[in-house]
């Protein structure tokens, strides 16, 4: 049986999940400023009807004041508490606008892939389906995880759902897929030295060894249910 989260630990949680909110923040805020020459110069000028537009701007802006909202939320939340039944409202909203985003960041890869091997191809329509069998067992992890996981007083959570391997598992098959996708044209980078080949092996890689990392650190989670597991694999101790 898991050992029982305790007050201290609790706290310690929160801090962290407040300090990660924080830092990422901050992270998006600077990528958005040093980003908006670009930006202006090259997205702003688009039509109306370019897709890729709206794709940037919603994984840009709409992740920025989602990120916003979220953090201003929580540091109401510390400070007055909240009931559980308004800590899984909030948290199954940010889950579905983290799904959003995440769509959105797919999408981006897909194109990437459409580019390599063309939008009618047996390739594209793969990976199309990997990023399809993502988007369903995301959104059947945000239905059943959130209403069966637990919460204490700050929204923090203490207890997850193990139905939240439905996100892992989903999320992997599609990273996979299109990083196998896009190692398979490393040869076509060598002959050719596509410019979108490069971008997109590089980028996927990245991609995948990020997701990765978090997937572990959320499989570890679950396996062992302890908030505190994620205190020693995310906290680095600083010399005094």
């Not at 706290?11 to 901050?26: D, K």
């Not at 959003?100 to 329509?125: H, K, Q």
């Not at 069998?133 to 193990?162: H, Y």
């Not at 139905?163 to 060598?190: D, K, M, N, P």
């Amino acid at each position: 049986m898991d050992a029982p989260t305790t007050s201290s630990q609790s706290f310690e949680l929160w801090q962290l999940c407040g300090y990660v909110a924080a830092a990422s923040w901050a992270i998006m805020v600077w990528e958005g400023i040093i980003s908006l020459g670009h930006e202006i110069k090259f997205i702003w000028p688009m039509p109306r009807t370019a897709y890729i537009k709206w794709i940037y701007f919603c994984g840009k802006y709409f992740a920025l004041v989602f990120q916003t909202a979220v953090f201003a939320v929580e540091l109401y939340i510390s400070n007055r508490g909240t009931s559980l039944h308004y800590c899984r409202v909030f948290r199954f909203i940010e889950m579905v606008a983290s799904t959003v985003l995440m769509v959105c960041f797919d999408i981006v890869l897909l194109l990437r892939i459409y580019a390599l091997y063309g939008w009618r191809t047996s390739s594209s329509t793969i990976a199309t389906g990997g990023v399809v069998i993502e988007v369903i067992m995301c959104i059947g992890s945000v239905i059943l995880t959130i209403p069966a996981s637990m919460f204490d007083s700050r929204c923090v959570l203490v207890q997850v759902s193990k139905t939240i391997l439905l996100f892992v598992i989903g999320t992997l098959i599609s990273q996979t897929i299109l990083l196998w996708l896009a190692f398979r044209r490393r040869e076509h980078v060598v002959r050719a030295r596509s410019s979108i080949a490069c971008v997109t092996i590089r980028d996927g890689l990245v991609v995948f060894v990020c997701m990765a990392v978090f997937l572990v650190i959320v499989l570890i989670w679950t396996l062992h249910n302890s908030p505190i597991t994620t205190l020693m694999i995310l906290y680095v101790p600083l010399p005094v």
